[in-house]
């Protein structure tokens, strides 16, 4: 397999030339990819530099897929201009079950080392740690954009986050990568990587990053956002979200998705080539056309009855599902509504809704249904 299949839809190789470099010495490479456990689903966004991890895995190279439940501990500063919530170790338990099987949608479970960075940063005493942060200057880790906006801006920035890609980079050291994966929001804590490789006596990474997949709302797909499809959600669901992006997105998502180039033919049939693609990777050829003739019946096919009552969306974004339920399509409370959406009883555009708050844009001219009779359409006034 040649380096252009390699490196499809990255953005940056870095160094230049020392892929080349590497893939020359006759060995397999060992292709790193880490993923935090901030939520229980691993995301189409996600599947970009797998699909890179799964490439590799193709050519011969060995994916060693780290699962990150120590620096979850954490939390990634990338991109954030506030420090990130912290999930209790329990929820990061419970998120990190999953991964491996999530991701083996995409990769070869049997060319992967699943790792946990919990097994050698627990690990570490004071004093290592201290060897760790001799690497680089403070006005290096201020270097970073998000955490430059944040000083400028007097923003608080914990210690531990400026530790956060010193973590990352120690991943390398424990594995010994080769290469390691990411989205270009991951650019200097991949660099990071070679410097601490580097300082550890190791052979530095190649750092090759990816563009971010936008989603539907125009911005990054992420779970902690809730504007993401997951690799292993239900067929239905994954098939109704891949609908709600824009013809504009179409290129992006044929190009990162399907590794292919959008047609030219009507956008709608694009978009359901493309949501058929999804689902079928996911579940397989049967449950693929089954999620399609659910979204033609309820969505295309609008079976909901003709008088569907109009109600008004608060001036509020995002919206609370739960009080917007309450108070303007019936149901008896808040708390009735948090029920009905954690059993899957409200779809939204015919597809289940689970998240409590949603912006106020996707709300905007959707179809609402709560079981099996309540319908309302939902108007920004």
Do not use: C
């Not at 020392?18 to 790193?32: N, Q, T």
């Not at 797998?50 to 990634?76: E, K, N, S």
């Not at 290096?140 to 531990?160: C, G, Q, T």
């Not at 079976?303 to 303007?328: C, F, K, S, T, W």
């Amino acid at each position: 397999m040649g380096v252009e299949e390699l490196t499809r839809s990255a953005v940056d190789v870095l160094p230049s030339g020392e892929l080349e470099r590497k893939l020359a010495l006759g060995r397999p490479l060992r292709v790193k990819l880490g993923i935090d456990v901030t939520a229980p689903d691993v995301t189409l966004g996600n599947g970009i530099p797998l699909q890179r991890m799964a490439a590799f895995q193709r050519d011969g190279h060995v994916g060693v897929l780290i699962v990150g439940d120590y620096t979850t501990r954490i939390g990634d500063p990338s991109g954030r201009s506030a420090t990130r919530p912290i999930l209790d170790p329990e929820e990061i338990d419970r998120n990190a079950q999953r991964y491996f099987e999530d991701a083996s949608t995409i990769i070869d479970p049997d060319r992967t080392e699943l790792r946990f960075n919990s097994e050698w940063l627990a690990k570490l005493d004071f004093a290592e740690i201290l060897r760790l942060t001799r690497v680089p200057t403070v006005a290096r880790l201020l270097e970073r954009d998000d955490f430059a906006k944040r000083f400028a801006a007097n923003a608080p920035i914990s210690v531990s986050e400026l530790l956060y890609p010193l973590m990352q980079a120690y991943d390398s050291v424990a594995v010994e990568a080769d290469v390691e994966l990411g989205g270009t929001d991951q650019t200097y804590n991949l660099l990071m990587g070679r410097d601490v490789m580097e300082a550890y006596g190791l052979e530095p990474q190649v750092a090759l990053t990816v563009e971010l997949l936008v989603s539907w709302d125009g911005k990054g797909m992420s779970a902690s956002r809730g504007n993401y499809i997951g690799l292993k959600m239900a067929p239905e669901e994954q098939f109704g979200r891949a609908m709600r992006i824009s013809d504009e997105q179409l290129p992006q998502w044929y190009r990162l998705v399907m590794e292919a180039e959008a047609p030219a033919e009507e956008p709608l049939e694009a978009k359901l080539t493309l949501a058929r693609f999804i689902v079928e990777r996911s579940h397989g050829q049967d449950a693929a056309e089954a999620a399609e003739a659910h979204f033609t019946r309820v969505v295309r096919e609008g079976q909901a009855p003709d008088d569907v009552p109009e109600v008004p969306l608060p001036d509020l974004d995002p919206v609370h599902l739960p009080a917007l339920l309450a108070d303007g399509v019936g149901v008896g409370s808040t708390s009735e509504a948090r029920r009905l959406l954690a059993q899957g009883a409200v779809r939204l555009n015919g597809e289940v809704v689970t998240e409590l708050d949603l912006p106020r844009a996707t709300l905007d001219g959707a179809l609402l249904q709560v079981g099996k009779r309540r319908f309302a359409r939902l108007t920004a006034p």
